[in-house]
């Protein structure tokens, strides 16, 4: 059986894309935190070997302080990347992707290196894949789907605070030249929130989220798929998106056309 041709199969090529989306996204995120005067947030973000260190020293929240890219290549820089990590303040969280790391039978690996330095297995994290699509699809009864213009900027900012606060990390988005940030009301008020980062030819759609009195409404979908349309006319051939395995936000990404590349698997500290 042949793959459907608005289905491409998830080869390393392709995830490797899908990674480098993912990464690109989080650190022009960052960099964009860190350019406000002072660094208020703590950012950092530095190289070791293949992987990206992604360090926001106030908001400790695993999306924000991840080790994104860890190759075998990287194992004996885990000490470093650690320590690297404990001098920022931070606790990281090793981002481990399936198709870079090998199966513990495998040697060498990087998995008895990381429990040495004290790290353990905690969470997987699905890779989501798609091909963006120019075909405008409909939007549930009541709900409005437009992007951030300066007239909603409070808004937008407003949704973040209810779900996260700290609307500071958000806010910075609303004029990046890769970002575009959207805005989803319910019957007027403002109810959910997307964003978009477009780079290289891939759209990496990010930070999905609805105040809880708005939630089942359908304003993630109409976010998706508004997000799926706009990263066809900036030029994407391809989407890349990222959840929690078996939760509503992967649901609702499945419906709109993405696939699961893999699940990857988050190693942290076992203090």
Not at 137 to 144: D, H, I, W
Not at 168 to 188: K, T
Request: one cysteine or more; a neutral charge.
């Amino acid at each position: 059986m042949t793959a459907r041709p608005d289905r491409p199969l998830p080869t390393p090529e392709l995830v490797a894309r899908v990674a480098a989306a993912e990464r690109d996204c989080m650190s022009d995120w960052l960099q964009a935190m860190a350019g406000l005067p002072g660094n208020p947030f703590g950012i950092t973000i530095a190289p070791f070997g293949h992987a990206t260190a992604l360090v926001c020293r106030t908001i400790p929240a695993q999306v924000f302080n991840r080790v994104l890219g860890l190759t075998v290549d990287d194992r004996d820089r885990i000490p470093e990347i650690v320590d690297f990590y404990a001098r920022n303040g931070a606790s990281p969280v090793f981002d481990l992707d399936p198709y870079l790391v090998p199966p513990y039978w495998i040697a060498p690996n990087v998995f008895p290196n990381l429990v040495r330095a004290g790290f353990h297995h905690g969470a997987f994290h699905q890779i989501l894949y798609g091909v963006p699509s120019d075909v405008v699809a409909s939007r549930p009864t009541g709900v409005e789907v437009r992007r951030v213009e300066a007239e909603d900027a409070d808004a937008f900012c407003w949704v973040y605070d209810q779900v996260w606060g700290g609307s500071g990390a958000v806010r910075v988005l609303l004029d990046h030249p890769r970002f575009r940030c959207y805005l989803a009301s319910v019957d007027g008020s403002p109810a959910a929130l997307g964003i978009l980062h477009v780079a290289s030819g891939v759209g990496s759609m990010a930070n999905g989220l609805t105040i809880p009195a708005f939630r089942n409404r359908g304003c993630q979908t109409a976010l998706l798929r508004r997000r799926v349309t706009d990263a066809s006319k900036s030029g994407c051939d391809l989407l890349a998106s990222q959840c929690m395995p078996g939760g509503s936000s992967q649901n609702n990404q499945l419906r709109v056309g993405l696939h699961i590349a893999g699940s990857k698997a988050w190693w942290v500290t076992a203090t």
